[in-house]
């Protein structure tokens, strides 16, 4: 009741300070040894981000599914944001139905590769049925086809010391995944959409499918993709093009 | 429980003011006394006190030697006991720990208010169930234009930012105020207050913007209490639940919250109502400050003492 300085008082905040300080440092070695601060981090704003970030990190296991839907809940409407690339490279591809697209894979890698899309449909696949809501706010739910990216990963062996891979598409909207995600078995090089080829607004011939983000993280139109562990040399250094205008590299929200 | 209003009685302590006994424990300012108890019934056809069914409590110190640099007496529930001769005290104080937490909630409000916004512009209509687009059914088309020049980037940064001190914030508050009974002294209604005729009265007090006089506006009544409880235990946890169940990472660890609500899109249309009823709350506590004495309140809530005879917003 009172606001007088006691000596409990006194004794209680000395205890609360020193606990809070070393409970910083504590928290920033555990953060740093277990991958939980995001490559955004900087600036007021990086604290949310790492607060939700690591929080999101300890509280998921690796193999926590999004939830998959029937096929009677596929959405009819699914609306596209953005034109496919316009460049010549991609109109090329596009023009020979994708016969000559090539995905190169290298980085920390023992086996750098490049995969046709008739190689990526051989693999095993993968056909789940998810919701994936727009950061704008609208929704819709889809059936997915694809190669799990851990196939390609274990299939080009990637190094102990990888942090991150980093997808390359046909226009500047590159993006990276903690390997948390990569690993991910939701996570597909999907080549398929509610049954039928990839149509190209959607991303053809072959996007990134991030079940457990939103929407802006399943990079369409993929070109390349580099596993790494460290992702300050590429772009502004902050992990993916998504910073760079404005929004959060980390968007599990 | 009982409500009742106190006369003289004894030479030294006088108490004024409805109070509810629930301990007979009495405080003073440092260190407690215990009171005997005596409780005597109105007598039949009393008037207005025995129409309001209270009883008449008499109280005696058992024991009042006061304890040095004490002033008043109060009672764990508020009520005031005073000393005679001695003006009215300045008893309920909001603590270091409900003015710090409100001032750092009321600023991290308006960063999640207006980045809510930012982000609501980029698709202002609401569905309900799983999914939801232009050229589906929505529920509301809210008359809001789509901006959809980037502002939500911007937007969903600060409205974590925010939300996360906001959630901080607001552990330190809820776990400091059931460790002090700050919620079941101060805020936790008593039955005989939850009755049809006391709220009445109180919605009429306040719809005749009549002020509380003494001693009755040294605590919270009904209304307030009620108000306050809802916006801590039902009105935050919900956005609280509504903002984690639109996230596919969390509901991939508990996909309870999201499918209780009925889909991602339901969620979403529940945190906006939720925040409409919250900015509802502000709107009306900001106008109650101002009705109340704008000053007095805002230096209480910044200060800590509250000046008698002024409501509490």
């Given at each position: 009741m009172s606001d007088q300085l006691t000596r409990r008082k006194l004794i209680t905040s000395g205890l609360a300070v020193a606990a809070g300080v070393s409970g910083l440092a504590v928290a920033r070695r555990f953060a740093d040894r277990y991958a939980l601060i995001p490559p955004d981090y900087g600036g007021i704003f990086g604290v949310g981000e790492t607060l939700t970030y690591a929080s999101q990190r300890l509280l998921m296991s690796y193999h926590s599914l999004a939830r998959e839907f029937d096929r009677g809940q596929i959405s009819k409407v699914i609306p596209v944001n953005g034109p496919p690339p316009d460049n010549d490279a991609y109109q090329r591809l596009r023009a020979g139905d994708f016969r000559d697209w090539r995905l190169g894979v290298d980085g920390l890698v023992a086996r750098p590769s490049s995969f046709s899309l008739a190689d990526l449909k051989r693999f095993p696949s993968r056909t789940q049925i998810t919701h994936q809501a727009c950061e704008e706010g609208w929704s819709f739910i889809a059936e997915w086809t694809g190669v799990p990216l851990s196939y390609i990963l274990n299939f080009v062996g990637v190094s102990s010391q990888a942090k991150y891979v980093v997808f390359f598409p046909f226009d500047q909207s590159w993006d990276s995944l903690d390997m948390p995600d990569a690993w991910h078995p939701q996570t597909l090089l999907a080549y398929g959409m509610n049954g039928e080829d990839l149509p190209v607004p959607h991303g053809a011939p072959v996007r990134l499918r991030v079940a457990r983000q939103l929407g802006y993280k399943s990079v369409k139109y993929l070109a390349r993709i580099t596993v790494t562990d460290a992702l300050k040399n590429i772009g502004k250094g902050w992990g993916s093009y998504s910073p760079e205008v404005g929004y959060s590299w980390y968007a599990g929200i | 429980m009982l409500e009742f209003r106190l006369a003289q009685l004894c030479t030294k302590i006088r108490l004024t003011g409805p109070c509810r006994l629930r301990r007979f424990l009495f405080q003073w300012e440092k260190g407690f006394v215990g009171l005997e108890q005596f409780i005597v019934p109105l007598a039949k056809g009393d008037g207005r006190e025995a129409a309001a069914g209270r009883s008449q409590v008499l109280l005696k110190l058992?024991?009042?030697?006061?304890?040095?640099g004490s002033r008043y007496l109060f009672n764990p529930c508020g009520a005031i006991m005073y000393e005679k001769n001695q003006r009215p005290p300045v008893a309920l104080k909001h603590s270091v720990v409900v003015r710090v937490t409100h001032w750092i909630t009321a600023i991290s409000f308006v960063g999640l208010l207006v980045s809510g916004i930012a982000i609501l512009l980029a698709h202002p209509r609401l569905y309900w169930g799983e999914t939801g687009a232009v050229g589906t059914d929505s529920l509301i088309d809210l008359p809001l234009p789509f901006v959809?020049?980037?502002?939500?980037?911007w937007g969903r940064y600060l409205h974590f930012l925010s939300a996360w001190v906001t959630l901080l914030t607001g552990l330190v508050y809820v776990l400091s105020g059931l460790l002090t009974e700050h919620f079941r002294k101060d805020l936790l209604p008593a039955k005989v207050d939850l009755s049809l005729r006391s709220v009445v009265h109180a919605i009429s007090n306040h719809l005749h913007l009549r002020r509380p006089g003494g001693d009755e506006s040294l605590q919270y009544n009904v209304l307030q209490r009620l108000t306050y409880l809802s916006v801590v235990f039902v009105l935050f946890p919900l956005m609280i639940w509504t903002g984690l169940a639109m996230s596919p990472a969390i509901t991939s660890v508990v996909p309870m919250l999201v499918t209780l609500l009925g889909g991602q899109q339901s969620a979403r249309t529940i945190h906006f109502f939720a925040a409409g009823a919250l900015v509802l709350f502000l709107v009306v506590h900001i106008a109650m400050v101002c009705l109340a004495g704008f000053r007095s309140r805002v230096g209480a809530m910044i200060r800590g003492n509250a000046a008698v005879r002024k409501e509490h917003a």
């Open positions: - | 058992t024991s009042c030697a006061k304890p040095a959809l020049t980037g502002q939500s980037g």
